[in-house]
């Protein structure tokens, strides 16, 4: 069963950036290549519930089809390593607003439906302070 393991959070201060690194493993000669997954990060707030996890941005095969949230839309960047089964989030002019739990997900899709997911990682909290 795949895995996925988020790394990177931490504490910054506003207008500084952060770099969010998920890594997939649990693979076997039967599953799925890494390649086959469409992968996407959302954020929640602490202490709301799961269901209120939101979209942050998505990228799809490739790594040509990719979609933001408009709240971070010009600021963060999804990309992917296919070679290290790794997919990443560069956060830039962090806000106050982007402090949350960030969960990485993974869906056996070419390109990413929202909705979808397939496998969780665990999340890294990330907190932003103004």
């Known amino acids: 069963q795949l895995q996925l393991v988020e790394s990177g959070g931490g504490l910054v201060q506003a207008g500084g950036s952060l770099r969010l690194s998920c890594a997939a493993s649990?693979?076997?000669?039967?599953?799925?290549?890494?390649?086959?997954?469409?992968m996407g990060w959302f954020r929640q707030t602490p202490g709301t519930p799961e269901k209120a996890r939101d979209f942050?941005?998505?990228?799809?095969?490739?790594?040509?089809?990719?979609f933001y949230a408009d709240s971070v839309k010009g600021r963060f960047t999804i990309s992917r390593d296919n070679a290290k089964n790794s997919v990443y989030l560069q956060m830039n002019t962090l806000k106050s607003e982007d402090t949350a739990v960030y969960y990485c997900?993974?869906?056996?899709?070419?390109?990413?439906?929202?909705?979808?997911?397939?496998?969780w990682g665990k999340g890294t909290r990330v907190t932003v302070s103004s």
């Open positions: 997900a993974a869906q056996v899709r070419r390109t990413y439906k929202i909705g979808a997911e397939d496998y």
């Open positions: 649990g693979f076997t000669s039967s599953d799925y290549a890494f390649e086959e997954y469409a």
């Open positions: 942050v941005a998505a990228i799809g095969w490739s790594g040509d089809a990719t």
